[in-house]
């Protein structure tokens, strides 16, 4: 006979590739995770994924199961969502993937107010430049830099945010003012590593400046502004981090500045979970009050 957990580690190998990924993500032992795969091949008479060097490939039998697992999955979650609403007490822990400003700089600052709201609620933030994916379920709630591809997700615009070029007051003082455009020329400049960087609508620089050398480049927004802050060039970075930073002054405001949006992103089926509508909410509060200082 089938059981949750079986189809649980058949849905995990098939989103993050092999046993060992979808052990570490089920939070179990590779061993219980072979066994379950091969207990669920015993019961449904069939193999689901050829065995190889290179890794574990689907079946066609595989393939006629997704669908079903799928909606199993979506029916427990439905389950534990109302279970959620009739105690009462919003419980549990939410996923949320951020770039890494949205996540330093705006939710973390608000997790006492956070906590105060749902002590039963554990929120886990992962803010970083790199792509998580929610349809394997690598997070519950993902904010976005542009909405997903159509499928099992839902997306909502939340605003427009600024994106600024920036100097250290210590490095203005040292290279003189700049009051043009075309005084930007020969000053060094700092921004992220292509190569590791799955959001290019992070590199504002190219954009407001496209084919500018750099100096410094670093995956992490955090590390560019400590290296404006420590006067070793200029970079365009995010206003509502950079603003708040006494050692960092912006330069042509009304000539440099590029405007891009969050998105937030959910999985259709967990939308109306009670612990995620309080993390979206939570985050339409953060958003709302970014736009009051803007």
Known sequence: MLDSEQLRVFLAILRFGNTLAAAKRLGVDHSTVSRRLTALERALGARLFDRSPRGLTPTEAAGALIGHAERIETELIAAASCVARADGEITGTVRLATPEVFGTSLVAPRMAEFRSRYPSLVLELAPESRFVSLSKREADIAIALKPPPRGRLVARKLADYRIGMYAARSYLAAHGPITDRAALSGHAFISYIDELLDYPELNALETALPGVATVFRSSSSSAQQAAVAAGAGLAMLHCIAAERDQRLTRILPD????????????????????????????????????????
């Open 255 to 294: 000539l440099v500045e590029v405007r891009r949006s969050y998105w937030l992103v959910m999985h259709a089926d967990q939308q109306k979970m009670p612990r995620i509508r309080a993390v979206v909410d939570f985050l339409g509060e953060l958003v709302d009050h970014m736009i009051d200082r803007s």
